[in-house]
């Protein structure tokens, strides 16, 4: 069992940076590649990026690739999305998911167990 729980996320003004972490319980937590998925009112939850479980390999989608930056520490058991140059389309609820495989994938289904979300509000 592994239970995921996000934080930083807050209202910023767009450009801003935000940096997001996932925190999983667990000493198995490292076994797990993780994945971040986001989800706007009204929207589908999309994937945004994925890192496996030893932090040497990463997904990103291209809607983000070159603002956000996914990283690990799996001494202390989280998981960092760094978003930068941030605008109003980012407005959502992020979420973190594990899934127990080396590579992440972009399937939001095949994931295991997920956070409860942290609210990213970006304002113009």
């Known amino acids: 069992q592994v239970q995921l729980v996000e934080s930083g996320g807050r209202l910023v003004q767009a450009g801003a940076s935000l940096r997001l972490s996932c925190v999983g319980s667990?000493?198995?937590?490292?076994?797990?590649?993780v994945g971040w998925f986001r989800q706007a009112p009204g929207k589908a939850r999309e994937f945004l990026v994925g890192?496996?479980?030893?932090?040497?390999?990463?997904k990103y989608e291209d809607s983000i690739l070159g603002r956000f930056t996914i990283s690990r520490d799996n001494a202390k058991n989280t998981v960092f999305l760094q978003m930068n140059s941030l605008n109003t389309e980012d407005t959502a609820i992020y979420y973190c998911?594990?899934?127990?495989?080396?590579?992440?994938?972009?399937?939001?289904?095949?994931?295991?167990?997920w956070g409860q979300g942290t609210q990213v509000t970006v304002s113009s």
């Open positions: 998911a594990a899934l127990l495989n080396y590579y992440s994938d972009s399937d939001a289904s095949r994931y295991d167990y």
């Open positions: 667990g000493r198995t937590f490292s076994s797990y590649a």
């Open positions: 890192i496996s479980r030893d932090g040497r390999s990463a």
